[in-house]
């Protein structure tokens, strides 16, 4: 069966600290990558994705991530963040031609100011 | 534009008792409609996926069952509720069939068993 993996389960950083989240998934054929984000008391709503193309795509909020086909990751990446990046972060997968969308377990991100 | 209600935001109801809770999406058609638990440190859980009227996909057997009366009204429902029911529920909706788009979400309702 397909899943998803976010290994960082919590992650503590201070302004201006690079970040990077990463999310591994287990499935051999074509998928559509996603990462969704929730801030505190808000909707879960869309950071950015993939589909084909340039394996590097970049989302709101100067995110970014890159797609690795033969490491089956699609780590999320941030040079600088900010206090308002405080939230929870969430890996979704795809697979081409079907309708079930797998997410992973989630990252808690706190950003101290 | 499109949105997508759900209700209620919370609940609080006994062990046994029945439950119903109701999403609608505006301003699309023919969307796929998606029920997922949401659990601390657990990610979303999809529970329940349809991509028509009268069209229900169980992901995962459990306590509960969904419906789909009309086209952009999506029920979640319980005969008989457990504890372990307890917990925050999302209903999402995308566009297409096999769509390549992306997933947007409700704003939950809490749901706690006592």
Redesign the interface.
């Known amino acids: 069966a397909q899943s998803v993996s976010q290994h960082n389960h919590h992650v503590i950083l201070s302004e201006a600290a690079s970040l990077e989240l990463g999310c591994n998934y287990s499935y051999g054929g074509t998928v559509n990558l996603f990462w969704y984000v929730q801030y505190p008391g808000q909707h879960l709503q869309l950071l950015l994705k993939y589909f084909s193309g340039d394996p590097l795509v970049k989302g709101i909020k100067g995110f970014e991530a890159e797609f690795i086909k033969s490491k089956f990751s699609f780590n999320l990446r941030k040079p600088s963040v900010q206090w308002s990046d405080t939230a929870e972060y969430f890996c979704a997968v795809k697979s081409s031609g079907t309708y079930k969308y797998i997410f992973g377990t989630g990252t808690r991100l706190k950003v101290l100011a | 534009s499109q949105t997508i209600h759900q209700w209620p935001a919370t609940l609080v109801q006994p062990v046994g008792s029945p439950l119903s809770l109701e999403c609608t999406v505006e301003g699309t058609s023919n969307p796929?409609l998606?029920w997922?638990r949401q659990a601390a440190?657990?990610?979303?859980?999809?529970l329940f996926?349809s991509?028509g009227i009268g069209q229900i996909?169980s992901?995962v057997p459990q306590n509960l069952s969904a419906s789909r009366p009309q086209d952009r009204q999506f029920i979640l429902s319980s005969k008989k509720l457990l504890l372990s029911d307890s917990g925050f529920y999302?209903c999402?909706w995308?566009e297409g069939h096999?769509s390549?788009y992306?997933?947007y979400?409700?704003?939950?309702t809490r749901l706690t068993v006592t």
Request: no cysteine; charged share 10%.
């Open positions: 796929n998606y997922y440190g657990r990610g979303l859980q999809l996926y991509v996909s992901e999302l999402a995308s096999y390549t992306e997933q979400f409700g704003p939950g």
